[in-house]
């Protein structure tokens, strides 16, 4: 995986950190759910990233290849 997918991986997984500290806060309603939907968002970032970085090349006898 190229170094820059890597940082943006770390960058993803401070986030989520980060957003797992707050959701050990006192949050209102509107804030709890908010947060939810962003470590939502930053895990799918992640899973993207990862899904992207496989270089799977479909296979040649493969019918819509």
Do not use: C, W
């Amino acid at each position: 995986m190229e170094e820059r997918k890597i940082a943006m991986l770390r960058v993803h997984e401070q986030n989520i950190e980060r957003y797992q500290g707050l959701l050990r806060t006192k949050l209102s309603d509107v804030e709890t759910h908010f947060i939810e939907r962003r470590l939502s968002e930053e895990r799918f970032a992640i899973e993207m990233l990862k899904f992207m970085s496989r270089g799977v090349t479909p296979a040649a006898d493969h019918p819509f290849a």
